[in-house]
């Protein structure tokens, strides 16, 4: 089974920076794409980034030349750079990876989810 961590939510003002982190673990053979999503109180689950591979990297509109996703390999990690935040980008970030395993094939884990908060 695959485990999903995810880390480095906080509290920052507007403006701020912060740097999540999402730690892969379990019986992994190949990471078929690593994406984050985002959900605040009474909105949906939205996709904010996501990378299926070196050619095939997805950003919200929203958040386009603010937030940076990049993949860590020899950890099976993802990280996602958020900058520049804003009010609007408060939420609970959730890590999500399609991974292969020969048991399993390839199947769509989700971490816990962890809180961003940009207040003044």
């Known amino acids: 089974q695959v485990q999903l961590v995810e880390s480095g939510g906080d509290l920052v003002q507007p403006g701020g920076s912060l740097r999540l982190s999402c730690s892969a673990s379990?019986?992994?053979?190949?990471?078929?794409?690593m994406a984050w999503y985002r959900q605040s109180p009474g909105k949906q689950r939205e996709l904010v980034a996501r990378?299926?591979?070196?050619?095939?990297?997805h950003y919200a509109d929203s958040v386009e030349g603010r937030f940076t996703i990049t993949l860590d390999s020899a950890k099976n990690a993802a990280y996602l750079q958020m900058n520049s935040l804003d009010v609007d980008d408060s939420a609970v970030y959730y890590c999500?990876?399609?991974?292969?395993?020969?048991?399993?094939?390839?199947?769509?884990?989700w971490g816990q989810g962890t809180q961003v908060t940009v207040s003044s």
């Open positions: 379990g019986n992994i053979f190949i990471i078929n794409s």
């Open positions: 999500k990876a399609n991974i292969y395993a020969r048991a399993t094939g390839s199947v769509d884990y």
């Open positions: 990378h299926s591979s070196t050619r095939d990297i």
